[in-house]
């Protein structure tokens, strides 16, 4: 796949693999909701993706570096989608995208927590969660932690919020 590059601005680099609506959107659902396969990312994200956009994103992001693909040992016919360390370094960018959104836009409690918890983890945390995700991704070995994975805690955030919304729904006026 043939990148044409507008200039060297490492700014405009940067939007040139991130300015269109769905790779972000790929990247976060494989980093935080661990989807890894063709299927879940197409059924699993809330915005809708259509089947096409998603085989073009998926071959696009892996020509740039930051997916790798291979053969699903589980299944003949699936392929198993793959952060990079290119990708994986991300989760600093994409925190701070989501503090920014949480404090500027009308985002939704729901959809906001896993963006509070990580931008209150800070730093220690986000390096927690890269070496989950090199763990998972590219093979590293883990290292022994008594506390839940970062993706755990930032889902056991949003399970919490639902169920306090729920609550307050069902709760007389």
Not at 90 to 103: D, T
Not at 118 to 146: C, I, K, Q, V, Y
């Amino acid at each position: 796949m043939s990148l044409d590059r507008r200039s060297g601005c490492p700014i405009n680099l940067s939007l040139e693999v991130f300015g269109d609506r769905w790779s972000l959107i790929i990247l976060r659902d494989m980093i935080f909701g661990g989807r890894r396969h063709f299927r879940e990312l197409l059924n699993g994200s809330m915005e809708g993706i259509a089947s096409n956009i998603l085989a073009d994103r998926l071959k696009r992001l892996m020509a740039l570096g930051m997916l790798t693909k291979a053969d699903d040992p589980s299944h003949k016919q699936k392929a198993i989608y793959s952060l990079t360390e290119m990708a994986i370094t991300l989760v600093p960018i994409l925190a701070h995208l989501g503090a920014w959104g949480r404090v500027w836009l009308p985002v939704s409690d729901e959809l906001s927590i896993r963006a509070e918890l990580l931008e209150n983890g800070g730093p220690p945390l986000w390096d927690r969660f890269m070496d989950e995700l090199r763990h998972d991704h590219l093979g590293t070995p883990a290292a022994p932690s008594a506390e839940p994975t970062v993706r755990a805690m930032l889902q056991a955030g949003y399970e919490a919020v639902v169920a306090r919304n729920a609550r307050a729904a069902d709760a007389p006026a």
